[in-house]
């Protein structure tokens, strides 16, 4: 066995010794109801439900690299919205994002990152270049506004209508971590 997955493992161990993630799981192994549906980058240190002091069954949370949209996406902000009713949508970026970084740079050198990350940069980029045309100077402003475009969009590309004040975006600061919304203008 893998050592790492070992770990891994015995984390898991750990957990199940955990009173109050047991009774949660109890209480909703029937079925969810999340309070809120989260669309965050996948950068591990970003642990969204960790972060927010929440625990299982409290968030639907997908996450894509520079939180990124595709069909997939949009179709699980659908089921969030449309199936299990969840009432707020939360858009989070976070300042030394890698994906919003490989964007600026196809922006300004012309050079895309190797694989499918190529599709993940061509989809921030236009974002990066609206942030500029609106005024977005550091990566931190546009990483704000990179996240609410994608609010934006989400709410524009759902068949289930996403009303903007049950939306927001916001930022995460690495080091000292605390959420920041993100409001018009950064
Ligand atoms: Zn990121």
């Known amino acids: ?95 030394g994002c890698g994906a919003v970084a490989a964007a600026i740079r196809m922006v300004d050198e012309d050079v895309a990152p190797p694989g499918h990350i190529r599709d993940i940069a061509e989809r921030i980029a236009p974002n990066v270049r609206r942030a500029r045309a609106e005024g977005a100077v550091t990566a931190q402003e546009i990483v704000g506004r990179h996240a609410l475009y994608t609010a934006e969009e989400a709410r524009r590309l759902s068949v289930f209508p996403i009303p903007a004040e049950c939306t927001v975006a916001a930022r995460y600061d690495l080091a000292g971590g605390t959420v920041t919304a993100v409001l018009q203008p950064v």
């Open 1 to 95: 066995m893998h050592d790492i997955w070992k770990r891994m493992l015995d984390g898991n161990e750990r957990w199940l010794a955990d009173d109050r993630a047991a009774a949660r799981r109890m209480a909703t192994v029937g079925g969810q109801a999340p309070s809120a549906m989260v669309l965050s980058c996948s950068d591990s240190r970003v642990p969204v439900e960790i972060l927010f002091g929440k625990g299982v069954g409290d968030l639907f949370v997908v996450r894509t690299a520079g939180h990124t949209l595709d069909a997939a996406v949009i179709g699980s902000i659908e089921y969030a919205v449309g199936v299990l009713r969840a009432p707020l949508i939360v858009v989070l970026g976070h300042d």
